[in-house]
C-alpha cells in the first residue's frame, strides 16, 4: 500500500497514542502535522521524525480552537498543497461515577472529543472534497461502544464519534471520502494506573499504529470500526435483529413483551447501510401486514 507523498494531520500527537501514530504514518513516507496542545511535545515528536530521515510539521494548538485548527491546516495546505489523512486523536479523561461527576467535568470531555473532531473534519472538509480524496479517523473507544463505569463523558463523546462517522462517511462518499473509527487499547497516560505492568507492556500505543494502515489507502473501508490492542484486531458493528411486526392494536405494548425474545433475537441482524433503512423496514412491515389483512 503506497502511503509515501501522502500528508497527514495528527491531533494530540506529541505523546502516546497519537506520537506512535506520527512515527508509525512518517516511517512510511507520510509529511505528518504533529498536532499537541504543548508546544515543547509537538517540536519533540517533530525532531523524532526528522532525525529518522521524515518529514514533520509541528503545531500547537487546540482542537476546540476553530481559528487555530483552521490555521493548522492552511499552514499544511501552503506547506504541502493538499491534506489527504486526518486522525482525531486528542483526548483527555475526567473519569469519576456519574453521581459524583460535575456537568463542567462531562461537557469538557465532550467538548474536547467529540466537538474537538468535528471542529478537525469541518476544517479539512473542503480541501478533500477538491481534491476528491480524503481519509479521515474517529477515535472512539470501548468505553462508548460497550460502557466502562465511571466514563459516562467519555463514553457519550466516543459513541457520538461513531455517529459523525456514519454520516460523515455517507456525505464524503462521493467525493472520495473515507471515515472510520479506531478503537484503540493503548498503554497511555490516560490508561496509567487502570492496568498491571504486564498488561501495560503488552498494550504498547506501537502495537496499535498499524490498525490505521487498512483505513487510509487508496482501497480503505468506510463506516468501519476497527478494534486494536496489544497486536488483536478485530471490528464492531452496530447492528440491527429482524425484529417483529406488532401493530397498532391497543395491546401492542403487551405483544412486544410476549415477543421480546423474537425481537432481540440476534439471528439473522443486518448492518443498515444507512439509517433509514431501520424506517424503510418498518414502513414495509407495516405495508405487508396491511396487505395481508386486506387478503
Known amino acids: 500500500m503506497a502511503l509515501a507523498g501522502r500528508t497527514a494531520i495528527i491531533t494530540g500527537a506529541g505523546g502516546g497514542l497519537g506520537r506512535a501514530h506520527a512515527l508509525h504514518l512518517a516511517g512510511r513516507g507520510v509529511k505528518v502535522v504533529v498536532n499537541d496542545v504543548s508546544v515543547d511535545a509537538a517540536e519533540r515528536v517533530a525532531h523524532e521524525i526528522s532525525t529518522a530521515g ?28 493538499r491534506i489527504d489523512i486526518l486522525v482525531n486523536n486528542a483526548g483527555i ?25 468535528a471542529i478537525c473534519s469541518k476544517a479539512v472538509w473542503e480541501p478533500m472534497r477538491a481534491q476528491t480524496f480524503g481519509r479521515i479517523v474517529m477515535t472512539t473507544s470501548s468505553s462508548g461502544l460497550y460502557g466502562n463505569f465511571g466514563q459516562a463523558n467519555y463514553g457519550a463523546a466516543k459513541m457520538a464519534l461513531v455517529g459523525l462517522m456514519q454520516t460523515l462517511a455517507i456525505e464524503g462518499e462521493k467525493y472520495g471520502i473515507r471515515v472510520n473509527c479506531l478503537a484503540p ?19 504498547a500505543p506501537d502495537r496499535v499504529s498499524p490498525a490505521l494502515l487498512p483505513l487510509l489507502g487508496d482501497d480503505a473501508p468506510t463506516r468501519t470500526i ?32 410476549a415477543h421480546w425474545p423474537e425481537i432481540t433475537d440476534r439471528v439473522g441482524e443486518v448492518v443498515p447501510a444507512y439509517g433509514f433503512t431501520q424506517a424503510e423496514r418498518e414502513v414495509a412491515a407495516a405495508r405487508s401486514a396491511s396487505l395481508m389483512t386486506a387478503e
Open 54 to 81: 521524515g518529514t514533520a510539521m509541528p503545531i500547537a494548538a487546540s482542537v476546540t480552537d476553530e481559528a487555530a485548527v483552521a490555521a493548522m491546516v492552511d499552514a499544511a495546505c501552503s506547506a504541502w498543497g
Open 93 to 117: 479523561l475526567r473519569d469519576k461515577s456519574f453521581a459524583k461527576m460535575t456537568i463542567a467535568d462531562f461537557r469538557t470531555v465532550v467538548d474536547v472529543h467529540l466537538i474537538g473532531a
Open 226 to 257: 476497527v478494534c486494536a490492542g496489544a497486536g488483536h484486531v478485530a471490528t464492531a458493528n452496530v447492528t440491527l435483529t429482524q425484529g417483529h411486526y406488532v401493530g397498532p392494536a391497543e395491546d401492542a405494548g403487551e405483544q412486544i413483551l
Open 185 to 203: 487499547t493503548a498503554a497511555t497516560q490516560m490508561t496509567e494506573g487502570v492496568l498491571d505492568a504486564e498488561s501495560l507492556t503488552m498494550l
